[in-house]
């Protein structure tokens, strides 16, 4: 599984760095290619020579070293992870911290890459408050930890903190690749299910999406390592726990909600079936049958993938669906085009058996650079899985 993959091997100053050479051996002999950092505290533990002799590569320690300066943002990107091991307490508090103040902070606070890290302490520092919120924090910034070891301590004591063997810490990156985690630490906002707009406090304008498509899509990313947040219109469909649920009802409250998360989201899904229209002025009291006709009057309601669109940095991926019964192409492009998404999922209501509150799909993706592939049809759990492996190989997660 590590055949090919290319890590960034970080160690920082802590005893258990001099088990990095035996780590880093078995990362060389499972087919990795590894490039290794140190932190300067972890020069007193392991000498650079033997790393950079197991790793056929220079062993990297200095921002800039020689008048040449090292390119942290680069690292970060030519890795497919990088992988913290051992992480000391100082370090761990630094990533918290968002302190850059050697080459390995550096290259953490740029990396593109997923980031695993391997803690490595004393019992009490381990047990210490700061260190279980430290912990905490790095987690919610996306990154992964490989559970520490119960063993005898550097202290003499005996107990946990010890960092995990270099068997298990391969063993842990054998399944991150297998499992396909190439999304974690990625944050992934998606939208899902129809909008209800309220006519009075018992009646709405809605509309027939089941939400499963989206609901699909969340736990395929959540599958790869994603944190993920749903904002969800009425649905009646179970959603997973793994995620963070925005519960909305009209376009107006989905729309404040996307706008409020897309500043820190990487990936944007826009699945749901948002309300084109909302009714301009809704009774507050349940309107009363009358003689004659009943004239409701619409106002236009906001575009979110489209405002979504005008907001996106280019670090940020932006997809969006597109449902049609005519002039599926052309439409679909048009909506690539005109809302500045950089790929849309085509969804035709001709397709028999798929689409709305059915549970399988046909898609045809459409990307900004001109790509167009159609899928067969299948259900919706294997095209979300079509459409996350697009999404990563086009934007290069
Ligand atoms: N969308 C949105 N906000 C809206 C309307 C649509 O974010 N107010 C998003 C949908 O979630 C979808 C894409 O825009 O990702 C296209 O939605 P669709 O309903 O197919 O197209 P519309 O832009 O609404 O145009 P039309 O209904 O005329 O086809």
Known sequence: MLKGKK???????????????????????????????????????????????????????????????????????????????????????????????NLLTAVYLSATCPVVVAPAMDEDMWLHSSTKENIKKITSYGNAIIPVETGELASGLHGPGRMAEPENIVAWLNDFFKEKKQLTGKKILITAGPTHEAIDPVRFIGNHSSGKMGIALAEECIKRGAIVTLVAGPISESIPSELNLIKVTSAAQMYDACLKEFSTTNIAILSAAVADYT???????????????????????????????????????????????????????????????????????????????????????????????????????????????????????
């Not at 197991?54 to 992870?81: F, Q």
């Not at 309107?287 to 906001?302: A, D, M, N, R």
């Not at 993938?305 to 932006?318: D, M, R, Y």
């Open 7 to 101: 890590i960034l091997l970080g160690i920082t100053g802590s005893i258990a760095a001099y088990k990095s050479a035996v780590l880093l051996r078995l990362l060389i002999k499972s087919g990795a290619e590894v490039k290794v950092i140190m932190t300067p505290s972890a020069l007193q533990f392991i000498a650079p020579l033997t790393l950079s002799t197991l790793s056929r590569n220079e062993v990297l320690s200095e921002l800039v070293d020689n008048d040449s300066w090292a390119n942290h943002v680069m690292l970060g990107r030519w890795a497919d992870v990088m992988l913290i091991a051992p992480l000391s307490c100082n370090s761990l508090s630094k990533m918290a911290q968002g302190t850059c103040d």
């Open 279 to 397: 009714i301009a002025a809704p009774s507050a009291s349940k309107i009363k049958k009358q003689e004659g006709e009943l004239v409701l009057s619409l106002e236009k309601t906001k575009d979110i993938l489209k405002e979504l669109g005008v907001h996106k940095k280019p670090s940020q991926f932006l997809v969006g669906f597109a449902l049609e019964t005519d002039n599926e192409t052309e439409n679909a492009i048009n909506k690539l085009r005109d809302k500045k998404a950089d790929m849309i999922v085509l969804n035709s209501l001709k397709d028999t058996g798929a689409g709305f509150g059915s549970s399988n799909n046909k898609i045809t993706i459409f990307d900004k650079e001109g790509g167009e592939f159609a899928f067969d049809i299948k259900s919706k759990k294997l095209v979300a899985a079509d459409i996350i492996d697009y999404v990563i190989k086009l934007s290069h997660v």
